[in-house]
């Protein structure tokens, strides 16, 4: 079992919709969970984070993380043509001076006009 | 202000070569993190520096290297290069310790390995 599972779509919505991507993972210890945003060969662009348990909002954007199901969330409302990538959940234990991220497969978006 | 930078930002190598890729972080930032992505997943962590010191390593082969020089900037090193590095190469960087998990990503060097 990988630590982090992410349905890899595709997922096609039409413009407007609210969009729902998803995260599982296995391992009780991680801390800090990310969804970074990925256009066609570009580098991850880090949408935002969460510590903890909770849920987090910056515009359009929502994070949810639920620790006791080790389920996370992204919702993204109103969604725009510009929303069209492919979206990475990654998770870390920040033990100590070392924290990496471990990533999820990513799920791509298509948001049609 | 500029984000992370790397280059090249396209190699075509051949089985056996060596090859560097090199990454400078954002103006402030002391940590560098490298990741290889391969098409279709998520990347994959393989190196983490801070204040010129590795502070984690990810699963993989003695061939890949780094270092981290004084004015933060990082260089990766693979050597013995195999069909299988072919893969996008992606730089990361962060404040410090404590601050992994507001990492930011370059635009990551595209390695082929024919």
């Known amino acids: 079992q990988k630590e982090v599972e992410q349905d890899p779509g595709p997922l096609s919505v039409p413009e407007g919709a609210i969009v729902s991507l998803n995260c599982t993972y296995s391992n009780s210890a991680f801390q800090y969970f990310m969804w970074y945003r990925q256009y066609s060969r570009k580098g991850p662009e880090l949408l935002m984070y969460t510590y903890s348990s909770g849920n987090k909002e910056d515009g359009r954007f929502t994070a949810q993380v639920d620790k006791s199901s080790k389920y996370i969330s992204l919702f993204i409302r109103d969604s725009q043509p510009s929303d069209s990538a492919t979206y990475l959940c990654a998770m870390s234990v920040m033990r100590g001076s070392q924290g990496n991220l471990i990533f999820g497969k990513g799920t791509k978006l298509s948001v049609k006009p | 202000d500029a984000g992370v930078t790397q280059s090249p930002t396209h190699l075509i190598k051949t089985r056996g070569q060596q090859v560097t890729l090199r990454c400078s972080p954002i103006s402030g930032h002391k940590s560098v993190s490298w990741y290889q992505q391969v098409l279709g997943q998520g990347p994959q962590f393989i190196f983490q520096?801070?204040?010129?010191?590795?502070?984690g390593r990810g699963n993989f082969p003695d061939r890949f290297s780094a270092r981290q020089f004084p004015n933060y900037s990082s260089e990766l090193n693979v050597n013995a290069l195999l069909l299988g590095d072919s893969a996008l190469y992606l730089c990361?960087?962060?404040?410090?310790?404590?601050?992994?998990?507001?990492?930011?990503f370059g635009p990551g060097t595209r390695l082929t390995v024919t």
């Open positions: 520096y801070y204040e010129k010191e590795e502070r």
């Open positions: 990361a960087s962060s404040l410090g310790p404590g601050s992994q998990y507001e990492q930011y």
